[in-house]
């Protein structure tokens, strides 16, 4: 039993107010968001602060939920389980996502990923419009392709990513956006 | 013409759409789990009234909140607005939300129809 006071203990020392782990619905998704606006409500907190956190965790959820059946073919279930994560802080909140993707997809997601790190916020923008403009309506999957580009506006912070090797055909996609409590900077 | 009146939910916003009465509007959150089916209908009854319009119409836009899938649409809905003569958007916000704002600024430039800002 000793693992529960050791994930306790992990929970207190990284001050995360939330964390999910298992299967991602829409259903799910509500539930979270719901959880995580109440504390944030009981917690008094700012409301330009709170809308920019649901923002963003309705993309990081929504990205989670879609492409959770990708790997479905590939072995053991449980490999398709991904984890979310709201950690908060004097400063900041801290949204965290992990979920397994396919091998194949890592070097399309770390170029959008990059290329969004390089833009300064004028850059964002446009490159936002570009993308609403141009692309050719919803995906499959039903995203605009839109999600990581409006993440990064709304936190005004870099999106921070990781990709850790599970097998031959999957990696662990491991997501982390900041939102400060403080003015963001303009 | 039919009304098109859908009651908002906490993932899809509400929506009016009342030729007779004059009000087009759409409210609330919107996160729906698939943004494209939602939306079908509005874009139909869009058509429809597009083929004849009122003399002038105002499509109230006032939502707390919409994901990026929705934005996609949204755009779609003012695609449409784009083609029928006297129409403008009334885009609200809430007096503190920047954001909201700014991503009215945004679509206003990506159509060419006219805006007003509105704060609640």
Known sequence: ?????????????????????????????????????????????????????????????????????????????????????????????????????????????????????????????????????????????????????????KSGQKLQFDFEPVNEEISFFSLKTVILRTNTPD | MEVLNLPGTDDTPTIILDRNNGIFEISGRSLPEDSAEFYTPILEWLDGYSNSPNSETEFVFKLEYFNTASSKLILDILSKLETIDNTKVAWYYHEDDEDMQEAGNEFSELVEVPFDFKTY
């Open chain 1, 1 to 153: 039993m000793k693992y529960i006071y050791e994930l306790h203990k992990v929970m207190v020392a990284r001050n995360l107010i939330l964390v999910y782990e298992g299967e991602f619905t829409q259903e799910i998704t509500k539930s979270v968001l719901a959880m995580a606006e109440r504390n944030m409500d009981t917690m008094k907190e700012d409301s330009t602060v709170k809308r920019k956190v649901f923002n963003i965790m309705v993309e990081c959820l929504q990205n989670i939920v879609k492409h959770s059946d990708e790997i479905n073919s590939h072995s053991v279930s449980e490999l398709n389980n991904a984890i979310f994560m709201i950690g908060k802080q004097d400063d900041k909140y801290i949204v965290v996502s992990g979920n397994p993707i396919a091998n194949d997809k890592i070097d399309m997601l770390r170029g959008k990923l990059e290329k969004i790190n390089s833009l300064d916020k004028d850059g964002l923008k446009e490159h936002y419009k570009e993308v609403i403009k141009n692309g050719k309506g919803l995906s499959e999957k039903g995203g605009a392709g839109l999600g990581f580009i409006d993440m990064a506006r």
